[in-house]
């Protein structure tokens, strides 16, 4: 599950203003737990973007 729910933060790091952060806590994650844990940090501490634009 964790594989998975990692790959979609791959598009959805977009929407955050700095996407190379909230790609590199959830990256790191290996458990489920620890998942939850980053993406809980992320919508706490992350603002959204003005515009989501994906960078390839």
Do not use: N, S
Not at 17 to 35: F, G, I, N
């Amino acid at each position: 599950m964790v594989f998975r729910m990692k790959e979609w933060w791959f598009y959805a790091k977009c929407a955050f203003a700095d996407p190379a952060t909230v790609h590199k806590l959830v990256r790191k994650t290996k458990k489920v737990d620890e998942y939850r844990a980053a993406v809980e940090r992320v919508f706490r501490e992350q603002p959204l973007a003005p515009i989501a634009r994906f960078h390839g």
